[in-house]
C-alpha cells in the first residue's frame, strides 16, 4: 500500500520556525517530484515548493522562496519542508504530493496543520 504520511505540523508564533516530514512508503518514488502543497480556509489548494527525487532540483512558490526549504533523504524515503520566519498568511492544511511521470499514478498525503499566530 503507497502511502505518504505527514507531520510536524503545529502552532507556532509568526517568524517562528516548523519542519515538516512527509514519510513515503510502498513504492519507488525515483522518477517522481515530490511536492508540498498548502490549502487556507475559502482557498484553493496551491502548489509551494517541489523536489526531484532523484535529481534533487527544487522549485519554489513566489510566496514562500527565500523563507522555506524543501530537501529529501533518499535512504529514509522521506520528504522534509523547514519553514522559517513564517507568517499568518502561511497558516494552511500543508499536503505532501507525489507528482508522477506519465502513465504514473499521483499521491496525497492526508495533510497536517499549520497555524501561524500573529
Known amino acids: 500500500q503507497v502511502q505518504l504520511v505527514e507531520s510536524g505540523g503545529g502552532l507556532v508564533q509568526a517568524r517562528e520556525s516548523l519542519r515538516l516530514s512527509c514519510a513515503a512508503s510502498?513504492?519507488?518514488?525515483?522518477?517522481?517530484?515530490m511536492g508540498w502543497f498548502r490549502q487556507a480556509p475559502g482557498k484553493e489548494r496551491e502548489f509551494v515548493a517541489g523536489?526531484?527525487?532523484?535529481?534533487?532540483?527544487?522549485y519554489y512558490a513566489e510566496a514562500v522562496k527565500d523563507r522555506f526549504t524543501i530537501s529529501r533523504d533518499n535512504a529514509k524515503n522521506t520528504v522534509y519542508l523547514q519553514m522559517d520566519s513564517l507568517k499568518p498568511e502561511d497558516t494552511a492544511v500543508y499536503y505532501c504530493?507525489?507528482?508522477?511521470?506519465?502513465?504514473?499514478?499521483?499521491?496525497w498525503g492526508q495533510g497536517t496543520q499549520v497555524t501561524v499566530s500573529s
Open positions: 523536489i526531484g527525487w532523484t535529481s534533487g532540483t527544487t
Open positions: 504530493n507525489a507528482d508522477p511521470p506519465p502513465g504514473e499514478i499521483e499521491y
Open positions: 510502498g513504492r519507488t518514488f525515483s522518477s517522481y517530484v
